[in-house]
């Protein structure tokens, strides 16, 4: 792999500039982003959000800064594509994080004179303990969402993000194959987990070398796991993982990805411990079938809500409806779950570059769930399947 495969600078710089032109086509003195998956998109500075505001800010003419705590302060100079980083000394603090943020979009040209400004979300959120005023109240300016233009943006990947997704299915899939390699009667799932994840994780590293980087706080590499959906544990779609010991005759759903450079793939598939019964051999073959429903209906141009129909057209039709628990699916790349979504309610049309969680599910409580998710990406024609375990 070439370190090229990263996201370049010109493209960082590209999407600053898409935001730029937004913010003059809104007739807005600047843009200020709080969540950390959007200043990643922007800046490329990847960082744990605390009750510690970090922000990205950029004014009309293209200025951008960061706005960080000072632990982070050389971590955002040696890492964020921006003009200046501005530093606070710590939270809470006196004087409060916020005032020193007010100096440095007014002294950027954001938020005088009442003009408006663009943001996410009206200031930093509450998190972790956090307190603090809301944006438009601390500039006295009126606060513009630019939320759904940065989403849209983001759901529509370039060629250097489906690749980075691409990578990601590769080390996702050998974790796979090594955590059904060591699951049996009578072991745990955080050993099988730990163990699989382990070696998948070094393979990576030694295939890939020095240059990766997860860019994600929520892993460090390759991993494959059950997190609790073993025997009945699997009729809840998002438990979490009990050291449960497996058994004969477990429903088994898992999960397997790797981030690369912040983007994620998901692969997730239903195995059994044998013996095997012939309704879960049932319900195994319903679940393949509106996997394959859904695989049918995309294609761009059509709302995401007709896949999601179609597939609940075959639960209807299959009286399964006691059996459905979520949505069709929901894109991916820096976040596990982004929009839009694979649901009835969600009327976004579908477009090439989209990627896609293909993931229908059927949750029998004395049984257990039946669930495979696959990554697939949206192209021209019809779609690629990135995922192939």
Known sequence: ??????????????RADRLREHLETENLSGVVLFDNFYVLYHAGFAFIPTERPIAFAMNARGEKALF???LEVEHAQANGLIDRVAHYLEYPDDPHPMTVFKGLLTDMGIGTDGEAIGADVDGYPWVMGYRGPSLSELMGSPVKSVTAFVEDRMAVKSEAE??????????????????????????????????ASHEANLAMLDTIGPIYRAQTYFSAGASADYRGQIGRGAAIPHALANNITFQPGDTLVTGAGAPMWGYHSE???????????????????????????????MKPGIP???????????????????????HTGHTIGLRYHEGPFLDVGDHTIIQPGMVFT????????????????????????????????
């Open 267 to 297: 692969l997730e598939r239903t195995m059994f411990m044998d013996p095997v019964s012939d309704e879960q051999k049932r319900m195994f073959d319903h679940m393949v079938a509106l996997q394959d429903t859904a695989f049918a209906a």
């Open 358 to 389: 293909v993931e229908p599910g059927l949750y029998v409580p004395e049984l257990g769930g039946f669930r495979h998710s696959d990554t697939v990406a949206i192209t021209q024609d019809g779609i690629e399947m990135m995922t192939y375990y």
């Open 68 to 70: 960080v705590p000072r």
């Open 1 to 14: 792999m070439q370190a090229s495969i990263n996201i370049s600078q010109t493209e960082f710089h590209s």
């Open 304 to 326: 995401c809500s007709e896949v999601d129909k179609a597939v609940r057209a075959y639960f209807e039709a299959h009286d399964l409806m006691p059996y459905w628990k979520h």
């Open 162 to 195: 489906l690749a980075l997704i691409r990578e990601s299915v590769k080390w996702g899939n050998l974790a796979h194959v090594l955590l059904q390699r060591y699951t049996q009667v009578g072991v745990t799932e955080n050993e099988v987990s730990s163990r």
